[in-house]
């Protein structure tokens, strides 16, 4: 039996995983690769590809990279390349309804949560953010909707409490990646069934975005410890350390919920074992943090170099 032709679509790190395992497999040909366009990057703003196109370079695959995927050019590329299935994973763009009825197989996508759960951009922070005690994988196959199509499969995970959004996204694109390989092969079988998604249960996870980082101490310690948690790396939950003549921004890695009471913000111990900083309930210790534009502390570093006492507010 001939491979499958696969055009695969992708452009963040989780794609990675699924791209990997489709390369791995005897039953795939991927026949090109569809990745967002170089970006600038960093403090002198170079182009700089995506983590899929740089894995693509390395297994010597033709990469497309249209602004839009509604471009025409790309539809009569991919039209071309004659794929049976294309496969999708945090790619970035709504697909057309001219790509979509392209490949005789469908548009398969890995999405990391358990539909229609957290349909949208950020499934993996607020599923943290939210205090989930689990999450998944769901392959769907894609409308045009946001997240919207028929699932094909799902798989679930805990969230442990030692969970962060990094843990986390690594241990989904792991499972999307199986879980999506398992999938095409069963799908295309006619083992699987595309069933629409429940009207319960229905929500959203949008964008995160950089003020979200900012932690309001008046909430409890616990909101605060998934606010840590899921924040990381990008925005980073933080707060601010008042001084003279500006206050300094502190961003925070790792912390713990400590049963300490006092006023909001206010810290209640500076020590080796950590800054324990007074909520709206309880408190956080905090283990692990940086200044901005110095590196990452441990707590007891941190106090080395910079002056925080008991009494002192942030905020």
């Given at each position: 039996m001939a491979a499958l032709r696969i055009v695969f679509m992708g452009t963040a790190e989780l794609s990675c995983a699924s791209l990997q395992a489709l390369l791995d497999s005897p039953d795939f040909q991927v026949v090109a690769v569809a990745t967002q366009p170089d970006r600038p990057k960093g403090r002198d703003l170079k182009l700089q590809p995506s983590p899929v196109k740089a894995l693509a370079q390395?297994?010597?695959?033709?990469?497309?990279?249209?602004?839009?995927?509604?471009?025409?050019?790309?539809?009569?590329?991919?039209r071309a390349r004659e794929p049976e299935l294309i496969a999708v994973a945090a790619y970035g763009q709504i697909l057309p309804q001219d790509i979509l009825e392209l490949p005789c197989y469908g548009c398969l996508n890995v999405h990391t949560s358990l539909l229609p759960k957290y349909r949208g951009a950020a499934p993996i922070q607020w599923a943290i953010l939210n205090d989930d005690l689990e999450t998944g994988v769901t392959i769907m196959k894609i409308d045009t909707g946001l997240d919207t199509g028929d699932i094909l499969t799902r798989e679930s995970t805990p969230i442990f409490t030692e969970d962060n959004a990094e843990t986390l996204h690594d241990r989904l694109a792991r499972m999307g990646a199986k879980l999506l390989v398992r999938t095409i092969r069963d799908y295309v079988?006619?083992?699987?069934?595309?069933?629409?998604?429940?009207?319960?249960?229905?929500?959203?996870?949008?964008?995160?975005?950089?003020?979200?980082?900012?932690?309001?101490w008046a909430q409890p310690a616990s909101i605060l410890w998934?606010?840590?948690?899921?924040?990381?790396?990008?925005?980073?939950?933080?707060?601010?350390?008042?001084?003279?003549?500006?206050?300094h921004l502190l961003k925070l890695w790792q912390a713990a919920v400590a049963e300490q009471t006092g006023a909001p913000g206010e810290v209640l111990r500076a020590d080796k074992t950590g800054i324990v900083v007074a909520c709206g309930r309880n408190a956080l210790r905090i283990t692990s943090l940086q200044r901005e534009g110095g590196r990452r502390l441990s707590a007891q570093e941190f106090l080395a170099g910079h002056s925080l006492k008991p009494g002192q507010k942030l905020g």
């Amino acid at each position: 039996m001939a491979a499958l032709r696969i055009v695969f679509m992708g452009t963040a790190e989780l794609s990675c995983a699924s791209l990997q395992a489709l390369l791995d497999s005897p039953d795939f040909q991927v026949v090109a690769v569809a990745t967002q366009p170089d970006r600038p990057k960093g403090r002198d703003l170079k182009l700089q590809p995506s983590p899929v196109k740089a894995l693509a370079q390395r297994a010597n695959l033709p990469i497309l990279q249209p602004e839009r995927a509604r471009n025409e050019d790309f539809i009569r590329e991919l039209r071309a390349r004659e794929p049976e299935l294309i496969a999708v994973a945090a790619y970035g763009q709504i697909l057309p309804q001219d790509i979509l009825e392209l490949p005789c197989y469908g548009c398969l996508n890995v999405h990391t949560s358990l539909l229609p759960k957290y349909r949208g951009a950020a499934p993996i922070q607020w599923a943290i953010l939210n205090d989930d005690l689990e999450t998944g994988v769901t392959i769907m196959k894609i409308d045009t909707g946001l997240d919207t199509g028929d699932i094909l499969t799902r798989e679930s995970t805990p969230i442990f409490t030692e969970d962060n959004a990094e843990t986390l996204h690594d241990r989904l694109a792991r499972m999307g990646a199986k879980l999506l390989v398992r999938t095409i092969r069963d799908y295309v079988a006619g083992k699987i069934l595309p069933r629409p998604q429940p009207a319960e249960g229905v929500s959203y996870a949008r964008k995160i975005k950089k003020e979200d980082g900012q932690l309001d101490w008046a909430q409890p310690a616990s909101i605060l410890w998934n606010r840590v948690r899921g924040l990381m790396p990008w925005p980073g939950a933080f707060t601010h350390l008042p001084g003279q003549p500006q206050s300094h921004l502190l961003k925070l890695w790792q912390a713990a919920v400590a049963e300490q009471t006092g006023a909001p913000g206010e810290v209640l111990r500076a020590d080796k074992t950590g800054i324990v900083v007074a909520c709206g309930r309880n408190a956080l210790r905090i283990t692990s943090l940086q200044r901005e534009g110095g590196r990452r502390l441990s707590a007891q570093e941190f106090l080395a170099g910079h002056s925080l006492k008991p009494g002192q507010k942030l905020g």
